[in-house]
């Protein structure tokens, strides 16, 4: 298969509005300035996937229809326990080091919100349904098992969020399938 | 006062939009799946559903069209997030009066919800 340079382009472009997205609508959940730091697409084998995401949760999503894939929104530890401390306030206290089922539903619920925004994007443009499962909670360390499920080599689109006034990190990885990532080039 | 009907599976965003409603509307129920929804609905007979899309079991749009055969009458609020025009349009066809959109702005879903009432 040939890719065309413009296609990719235009491809690019449709992230970064994603990513513009999920910046402003987090920063709408959590009352603060959240900023857009990276926007880009990489073609990776996924064994190589970087490994600094040891410490932190994150919610994983699938989705179907053209494309399909998988979904992840990581937050380290101390940045999570941040954005569940913002979502819940005045709505429930803060309980310890740990996260409570509130806090848990809150994450979840940042993960789904954010997320569906860029894949609706998506969806919008290519006027086909994509379907989002509902969000689950997985520990960092869990993130390798379901790269190992994926195919070898995957396009990420990647983009990294902060929050600079909380100091809070947030980054979000889409893994389209290639087959259906290929269609969706075509259709450009 | 106007009665609501809450429904979603995400526990926080059903705290977060009883926060919102409390002081304007009576939070009669909550719900948290489409079949839990229409039950409530038959039992707490509420002015207006608020009606997540994405839920386990039974999604928004099935458990909104169940609501409208039982009372076609009844007002449904769809809570969708920015962007979801294919699954709007579902909801328009299921028979949805109205929708507020996530992230909530606190004004705008009492809007949503006063603009549907009027109607
Ligand atoms: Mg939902």
Redesign the interface.
């Known amino acids: 298969m040939k890719i065309d340079i413009t296609k990719l382009v235009k491809l690019n472009e449709i992230a970064k509005e994603g990513s513009k997205t999920i910046a402003r609508n987090l920063s709408i959940m959590l009352g603060i300035g959240v900023e857009m730091r990276i926007s880009k697409i990489d073609f990776i084998t996924t064994r190589d996937f970087p490994k600094e995401m040891d410490d932190g949760i994150c919610v994983y999503l699938t989705f179907t229809g053209l494309p399909s894939g998988n979904l992840l929104v990581y937050f380290p530890h101390e940045g999570a326990k941040k954005v569940a401390r913002l979502l819940l306030q005045g709505i429930e206290s803060d309980s310890n080091r740990g996260f409570s089922e509130i806090e848990i539903s809150a994450i979840k619920e940042i993960g789904n919100i954010l997320t569906s925004s860029f894949i609706d994007g998506w969806a919008n443009l290519l006027k086909t349904e994509i379907d989002i499962s509902t969000p689950n909670l997985i520990n960092a360390s869990e993130i390798e098992s379901i790269l190992r499920e994926m195919d070898e080599y995957a396009f990420v689109f990647s983009s990294h969020i902060y929050a600079k006034k909380e100091d809070i990190k947030c980054q979000i990885y889409v893994f389209p399938y290639i087959n259906g990532m290929i269609e969706v080039l075509e259709k450009l | 006062m106007v009665k609501v009907l809450i429904v979603d599976?995400?526990?926080?965003?059903r705290?977060?939009l009883r926060?919102i409603l409390e002081g304007h509307f009576t939070v009669v129920g909550e719900a948290e799946n489409g079949v839990e929804a229409v039950q409530k609905f038959m039992e707490l007979k509420p002015d207006v559903v608020t009606m997540d899309i994405?839920?386990?079991i039974k999604n928004g749009i099935s458990a909104t069209a169940e609501i409208k055969k039982v009372n076609p009458q009844a007002k449904v609020v769809m809570c969708t997030?920015?962007?979801?025009?294919?699954k709007m349009k579902q909801a328009i066809k299921a028979g949805a009066d109205g929708y507020i959109t996530?992230?909530y702005?606190a004004p705008k879903v009492i809007e949503a919800i006063q603009e549907v009432l009027r109607r």
């Open positions: 599976d995400s526990e926080f965003m705290k977060l926060k994405i839920m386990p997030s920015v962007g979801q025009e294919e996530k992230p702005q």
